[in-house]
C-alpha cells in the first residue's frame, strides 16, 4: 500500500469551502492506469491534511478516518456528440446562465467570479437554440493558461476539473432554486493538453432517476480530436446546503 499527503488549495474550490469535484476527483482518479470511476462520499476539505492511500484494487481519499472519495479501474462506453467549432462554443458561452444564476460562483471551473488566468473559465451555454436541434448540449471554448502547468505540464487534475461542470449545466441549466453537486465521475483521457492551446469542452444529459442525473462531457482540441471523455452522476440538493 502507497501513502502519500495531499491538501487542496483554495483555488481550486466548487463551493466556497469545500474542493471542486472534477479536480478532486482527478487527484484520486489519476492514480489509476486508464480509465478510472471515482465516486465522492464527502465534501473534500480545503487546506487540510489529506491521505491518498493506493493499493492494487482501489485509490481513496482520505479526511482523518472520514472517506472522502475513492476510484477504481473501469470501462466507458460512451460515444460523444460531434465537436462544436470553437466558433460554435464561444456564441455557446455567451448564453451561460451561470452569468445570471449561480449557486458556486467562485468555482474554479465555471465560477464567473474568478479572475482570468486563476479559474479555467469554462462557461457552458447552449449550443442550440431551436429545440428540434437541441439534445440538451451545452458548450464552452477552454483556453489553457500558463499557471495550470506543474514543471511545464497540464496535470491531469486539470483535465478531469474541465470535465466536472459542464455536465451539471446539460442537466440542469437554471440553478435558482436548487443546486447539483458531484458524486461520481468515470473518466478518460486520451491526450494531454499544453499551455496555450485552444480546446472545446461539451456536456450533454444521458438520464434521470428522480433527483439522481446522469451526464457525458467531453474535451476536444480545436480541430476537434477528442482530447478527454467522461460520464458523471449528479445529485440535486438545496442551494445554500454548502453555503
Known amino acids: 500500500m502507497e501513502l502519500q499527503t495531499v491538501s487542496i488549495a ?16 482527478g487527484l484520486i482518479g489519476g492514480k489509476v492506469d486508464g480509465t478510472a470511476s471515482v465516486r465522492l462520499f464527502a465534501p473534500p476539505p480545503l487546506e487540510a491534511e489529506l491521505a491518498l492511500l493506493s493499493d492494487a484494487d482501489s485509490v481513496k481519499l482520505l479526511h482523518g478516518e472520514v472517506l472522502i472519495g475513492e476510484a477504481r479501474g473501469a ?9 462544436p467549432t470553437l ?24 465560477g464567473p467570479q474568478r479572475d482570468d488566468g486563476d479559474g479555467l473559465h469554462i462557461f457552458a451555454g ?31 487534475e486539470i483535465l478531469w476539473s474541465a470535465l466536472d461542470c459542464p455536465g451539471a ?10 443546486a447539483i453537486v458531484l458524486g ?3 473518466a478518460r483521457i486520451d491526450k494531454p ?20 442525473h446522469f451526464a457525458g462531457s467531453a474535451v476536444f482540441s480545436e480541430q476537434g480530436e477528442l482530447i478527454a471523455l467522461a460520464k458523471a452522476a449528479w445529485f440535486e440538493v438545496e442551494k445554500g446546503r454548502f453555503e
Not at 169 to 178: G, L
Open 87 to 110: 466558433q460554435q462554443a464561444t456564441a455557446a458561452a455567451a448564453k451561460y446562465t451561470g452569468f445570471q444564476h449561480h449557486p458556486f460562483p467562485g468555482c474554479f471551473v465555471c
Open 75 to 83: 470501462t466507458l462506453d460512451l460515444t460523444p456528440p460531434a465537436a
Open 10 to 25: 483554495p483555488r481550486f474550490r466548487g463551493p466556497a469551502r469545500s474542493g471542486n469535484g472534477g479536480y478532486v476527483c
Open 169 to 178: 449545466f446539460a442537466v440542469m441549466p437554471d440553478m435558482r432554486e436548487r
Open 184 to 186: 461520481q465521475l468515470t
Open 126 to 156: 447552449p449550443l442550440f437554440t431551436n429545440p428540434l436541434d437541441d439534445a440538451g448540449i451545452v458548450a464552452s471554448p477552454w483556453h489553457v493558461h500558463a499557471s495550470l502547468a506543474v514543471d511545464g505540464k497540464i496535470p491531469d
Open 193 to 212: 493538453v499544453s499551455v496555450g492551446q485552444h480546446c472545446i469542452v461539451i456536456g450533454w444529459p444521458l438520464a434521470r432517476d428522480g433527483r439522481k
